[in-house]
């Protein structure tokens, strides 16, 4: 018997404790990208300034550089916030940056900008097809696309930072 209680005992304490944290969930498919976005936000842009001095490091020939990295990701941001806003690109490609307070400024903004694309969406918006890298796909298909994209690059600029002896700044 006493057994059986201390299980029933143990399944109330973790389903008291698991309660604040789905409470705490997006409640909405949009919120959920936008929280992701607001992640990626904080992680590259942290990365982009402990990573300051390094940005011309890769960590062989023919491969990115810190601010390769760093720049695709204000560049895919832009290109997914054209393809959610059905905006077309204007002007010219810009000049990479170089610069760490600037990155770390165009980071911020360019996630600030998609964190607002991706909150405008209705459910039905979602669901629109449109063109990203020349393929078809809905917009819901874009994100994910992008988002998973750049986790594989928060990936790779979290190992360029620890083969520099760098900590990520949410890791110490």
């Given at each position: 018997?006493?057994?059986?209680?201390?299980?029933?005992?143990?399944?109330?304490?973790?389903?008291?404790?698991?309660?604040?944290?789905?409470?705490?969930?997006?409640?909405?498919?949009?919120?959920?990208?936008a929280d992701d976005a607001g992640t990626l936000s904080r992680k590259f842009?942290?990365?982009?300034?402990?990573?300051?001095?390094?940005?011309?490091?890769?960590?062989?020939?023919?491969?990115?550089?810190?601010?390769?990295?760093?720049?695709?990701?204000?560049?895919?941001?832009?290109?997914?916030?054209?393809?959610?806003?059905?905006?077309?690109?204007?002007?010219?490609?810009?000049?990479?940056?170089?610069?760490?307070?600037?990155?770390?400024?165009?980071?911020?903004?360019?996630?600030?900008?998609?964190?607002?694309?991706?909150?405008?969406?209705?459910?039905?918006?979602?669901?629109?097809?449109?063109?990203?890298?020349?393929?078809?796909?809905?917009k819901q298909g874009a994100l994910l696309l992008i988002l998973e994209d750049?986790?594989?690059?928060?990936?790779?600029s979290i190992a360029y930072a620890r083969s520099n002896g760098v900590v990520?700044?949410?890791?110490?």
């Amino acid at each position: 018997m006493k057994k059986i209680l201390a299980r029933y005992g143990a399944c109330a304490l973790v389903v008291a404790l698991l309660m604040p944290l789905a409470h705490a969930q997006p409640t909405t498919i949009q919120a959920a990208f936008a929280d992701d976005a607001g992640t990626l936000s904080r992680k590259f842009t942290g990365l982009a300034r402990v990573m300051a001095g390094k940005y011309d490091w890769k960590p062989g020939q023919g491969v990115r550089s810190v601010s390769d990295v760093f720049n695709l990701i204000v560049e895919e941001n832009g290109l997914l916030v054209d393809a959610l806003s059905g905006t077309p690109k204007k002007g010219a490609e810009p000049a990479p940056i170089t610069d760490p307070g600037k990155m770390q400024d165009a980071l911020k903004a360019s996630y600030a900008n998609l964190q607002k694309a991706i909150t405008g969406l209705s459910d039905n918006d979602l669901q629109t097809h449109v063109k990203l890298f020349g393929r078809d796909m809905t917009k819901q298909g874009a994100l994910l696309l992008i988002l998973e994209d750049q986790h594989e690059h928060l990936g790779q600029s979290i190992a360029y930072a620890r083969s520099n002896g760098v900590v990520p700044p949410w890791s110490k």
